[in-house]
């Protein structure tokens, strides 16, 4: 069974810095994506940044290119957000989620496996 277990959420000052960690178990992941998503009050879940498992490839949204970094360690099984210069409007809960293939164009419907979430409050 899969299971996905964010971490690191908390409440942050305007331009400061969070990292997030999410850690996978239940399967091995070589050929599956790993995506963060997040989801304000009132707004629907949007997409926030993807890594491919085995070869790394990342992709991000708009809205935080440049500030948010995605990674991930193998031997933990562990990805991460870390979360740079961040803004009132980074406020949301954070999800982790997992879809098959490499790709990190897969859409959000195609992730299967989400995590509970953790809340990120960035105060002005």
């Known amino acids: 069974q899969v299971q996905l277990v964010e971490s690191g959420g908390g409440l942050v000052q305007a331009g400061g810095s969070l990292r997030l960690s999410c850690a996978a178990s239940?399967?091995?992941?070589?050929?599956?994506?790993m995506g963060w998503f997040r989801q304000a009050p009132g707004n629907e879940r949007e997409f926030v940044a993807a890594i491919t498992w085995t070869a790394g490839n990342t992709g991000y949204a708009d809205s935080v290119k440049g500030r948010f970094t995605i990674s991930r360690d193998n031997a933990k099984n562990t990805v991460y957000l870390q979360m740079n210069s961040l803004k009132p409007e980074d406020t949301a809960v954070y999800y982790c989620?997992?879809?098959?293939?490499?790709?990190?164009?897969?859409?959000?419907?195609?992730?299967?496996?989400w995590g509970q979430g953790t809340q990120v409050t960035v105060s002005s």
């Open positions: 989620a997992t879809a098959p293939g490499s790709s990190i164009t897969i859409p959000p419907s195609r992730y299967f496996y």
């Open positions: 239940g399967r091995t992941f070589s050929d599956y994506t």
